[in-house]
């Protein structure tokens, strides 16, 4: 490929808070020529309590802040944003690539099921909106879909009680109605419940699957490479900004945990 056919801009990735960094530690292993900059709202976070008029206000200030810096291609690395404020922002900027994570999870969740009980679990809007149900509908109709909600999880992920006594506790007691559904696939439909990942397995037992949407967001990403999004130039070294919008020492404690290998530096409080 011609030099004058690769765009070395960086891909945005925001979230409402740590979560989304679940997404980046995927993307930044399989594409290691590229770029990113990562945004957390962690001034809002979490987005799942609030409505979806909000939500979609908040996507677009995260999408427009991105944009002005520059980037070629942007991931929704948030479920609520995805199923809440996607529509809006691809609305508003229909030549820029865009993924969420809620259409390559339940492809990749659809792939897993062998018994066509689908388990969901997320944020009280992103259950509310009726997202996962619904796109699991449109890839396989046999699929019936259980989605809970689960509110107290981000919580637990952005203040890093992820092998605590007390997590364990409030996992087993959320997760008890899924338990007696049959599911065989468990969608975990919030970029912070990956970190949480080991209890949610232990309580739902060998049998299920948990299915975590950022390998899915890789492959449709590398997919977007082959349509769409120019590749970086190669030989450039990745970089990695990272900006928040509050407390961006309590942020970097977190990064470090979800990203191992990957520096972990200077990250900048910004105004949205």
């Not at 996607?86 to 659809?110: M, T, W």
């Not at 020492?249 to 977190?254: A, G, H, K, L, T």
Request: charged share 20%; hydrophobic share 45%; aromatic share 6%.
């Amino acid at each position: 490929m011609d030099e004058r056919e690769r765009d070395p801009r960086p891909i945005g990735i925001f979230d409402s808070g740590v979560g989304g960094l679940t997404v980046l530690a995927e993307l930044a292993r399989r594409f290691p020529g590229e770029s990113f900059i990562y945004l957390g709202d962690t001034a809002r976070v979490p987005y799942g309590a609030k409505s979806a008029r909000t939500v979609e206000r908040y996507t677009l200030q995260a999408a427009s802040f991105l944009l002005n810096k520059g980037v070629k291609a942007m991931v929704a690395a948030c479920n609520t944003a995805s199923a809440l404020g996607l529509a809006a922002l691809r609305a508003a900027e229909p030549h820029l690539p865009v993924l969420g994570v809620i259409q390559p999870g339940c492809r990749a969740a659809v792939a897993t099921t062998r018994s066509h009980r689908v388990g969901v679990i997320g944020t009280r809007s992103t259950v509310a909106s009726g997202a996962y149900p619904d796109a699991l509908a449109l890839l396989e109709p046999r699929i019936r879909a259980v989605a809970l909600a689960c509110p107290l999880f981000v919580p637990l992920a952005e203040e890093g009680w992820l092998d605590h006594p007390a997590t364990r506790l409030i996992v087993a007691e959320s997760l008890a109605p899924l338990r007696h559904e049959g599911v065989d696939a468990l969608i975990l439909g919030c970029t912070h419940y990956p970190l949480l990942a080991p209890i949610i397995a232990e309580v739902m037992g060998e049998g299920v699957a948990l299915v975590d949407s950022a390998s899915a967001v890789a492959d449709e990403l590398e997919q977007r490479f082959i349509d769409v999004i120019l590749p970086a130039p190669e030989g450039r070294p990745q970089r990695m900004d990272y900006l928040v919008t509050d407390i961006p020492d309590r942020f970097v404690e977190m990064a470090r945990r979800i990203l191992p290998g990957l520096p972990v530096h200077g990250v900048e409080m910004v105004d949205l």
